[in-house]
């Protein structure tokens, strides 16, 4: 039987991996930018972190966690989200008593969900995210929105659109609950096996059912923003008053809620708008958490965040048909003819990279016709000749493969004379 990646698992290779680089590393300078630190966290955690911190009645916790025993009995879970991970080591850590507040964090994670796979949803996948910790600013929401657009626009995305609503504070969305229970209830036969649960347990996720989102009763069910005390509406009002002077356009959903239960006040989601791009069109998803930190264990710390899915990212930059500017290039290529000029050129090649020279050679005994055609085909700038006639004369033969030049390079001057034209010099 041929051995074949498990479903819902791709493997990404050089080409491919070329192209996340770039990716991550726009998304590095970004967070640089706005004074965000990287946190790595463990790939798997104690399953509680994840029944307590997503929610025991969200799909997440429900139906499709990689859940397993550790041959010592405890329950393990692969995590399916990253804030949870996050927010349990924010707590352990004790990061509440730094003097650096609020604490900005960002992070690239693989991530594991038991879901059908399709185009842009996989069993596991990769997310860049990104938790504010310590501050109930509203500028804080505005910022991490607008990181995660600088980053989308710095990649050259045109066809996105940021979705935000307000979920509210503990009252309003105890008032919004009652008004759903009861605006759902007359309906309850008519609708899905997970809604007919959902209404007891979490009626807010009836208005994100793909089941049931075309029912008489989706259009008339009561908006949150309806339920918004005087203080939810205060707040949400000044993120969006943040986001005007920042010139990032959104529109409002009042029937955006998540998937995960942990957030209130602001939630937001940016889609692609690309054609072609695809059913699944939701690029990142994020929102505030006020009562997380505390339902992990730690003091009352206010939180936000979002996370982008790296896949889904990529596709989107494939469907708007932008070019990366991915390096394919090789610095240059060695070829050494006969037994005593390979020996140098593996002492050269050392030397050169030390010096952070990317080169390289022949390892398939090719003919020098065919190490040229070679370095062609590595889009070499330069190809460096070494014979037994070189090594006698003491040169090196280096020829620039843009403009065909080639030139005699004393082998003492040799190193230096690379550096500079490759580096510049020191
Ligand atoms: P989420 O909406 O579950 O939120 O996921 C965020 C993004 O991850 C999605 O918009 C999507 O791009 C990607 N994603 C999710 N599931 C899959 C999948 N099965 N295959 C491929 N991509 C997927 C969270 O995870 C929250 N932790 C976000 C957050 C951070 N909220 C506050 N802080």
């Avoid at 104690?46 to 997503?54: I, S």
């Avoid at 979705?163 to 008004?179: C, Q």
């Avoid at 649960?197 to 008489?216: A, V, Y």
Wanted: hydrophobic share 35%; glycine share 8%.
């Amino acid at each position: 039987m041929k051995l074949k990646a498990a479903r819902g698992t791709v493997d990404l290779l050089p080409h491919e991996t070329k192209k996340w680089q770039y990716v991550e590393n726009v998304m590095k300078e970004v967070c640089e930018s706005y004074h965000f630190e990287e946190i790595r966290t463990p790939m798997f955690e104690h399953t509680e972190v994840f029944q307590r911190g997503v929610g025991e009645t969200t799909d997440i916790v429900q139906k499709e966690m990689y859940t397993f025993p550790d041959r010592s009995g405890r329950s393990l879970t692969l995590r399916p989200e990253g804030t949870a991970g996050v927010v349990r080591a924010f707590v352990e850590n004790k990061l509440y008593g730094s003097p650096i507040q609020p604490n900005k964090l960002y992070y690239f994670a693989q991530l594991f969900r038991y879901e059908r796979p399709q185009q842009g949803r996989m069993r596991q996948f990769h997310q860049f995210g990104v938790e504010v910790l310590g501050s109930a600013d509203p500028a804080v929401d505005a910022e991490v929105i607008s990181l995660a657009m600088t980053c989308y626009e710095k990649l050259g995305l045109e066809s996105i659109k940021l979705v935000v609503n307000s979920l509210g504070d503990e009252e309003s969305r105890k008032n919004h609950r009652d008004a759903l229970v009861k605006h759902f209830a007359p309906y309850k036969d008519e609708l899905c096996s997970d809604c007919k649960s959902r209404l007891e347990q979490n009626p807010l996720r009836i208005l994100d059912c793909k089941k049931d989102m075309n029912h008489e009763s989706m259009a008339k069910a009561p908006s949150i923003l309806d339920y918004l005390n005087k203080e939810s509406e205060e707040y949400f009002n000044k993120v969006k008053e943040y986001l005007d002077v920042m010139n990032i356009p959104y529109t409002v959903d009042q029937n955006l809620v998540r998937g995960l239960d942990y957030y209130n006040h602001t939630a937001f989601e940016i889609m692609s708008e690309a054609e072609g791009f695809g059913a699944i069109t939701t690029l990142l998803g994020g929102g505030r958490y006020n009562d997380l930190t505390q339902q992990l264990g730690g003091p009352d710390t206010p939180g936000i965040g979002f996370a982008t899915g790296m896949e889904r990212l990529l596709m989107a930059l494939e469907a708007e048909n932008i070019q990366l500017p991915v390096d394919e290039s090789l610095d240059c290529y060695f070829v050494a003819i006969g037994g005593q000029a390979k020996k140098e050129a593996v002492r050269l090649i050392h030397e050169l990279r030390k010096n952070g020279i990317q080169v390289d050679q022949d390892y398939q005994k090719r003919t020098i016709k065919a190490q040229f055609r070679a370095a062609n085909r590595l889009n070499a700038k330069y190809v460096f000749i070494l014979g037994e006639d070189e090594l006698e004369q003491q040169i090196i033969n280096v020829r620039s493969m843009d403009s065909g030049e080639q030139t005699e390079i004393p082998l003492e001057n040799f190193i230096d004379a690379m550096k500079e034209k490759l580096l510049g010099g020191d």
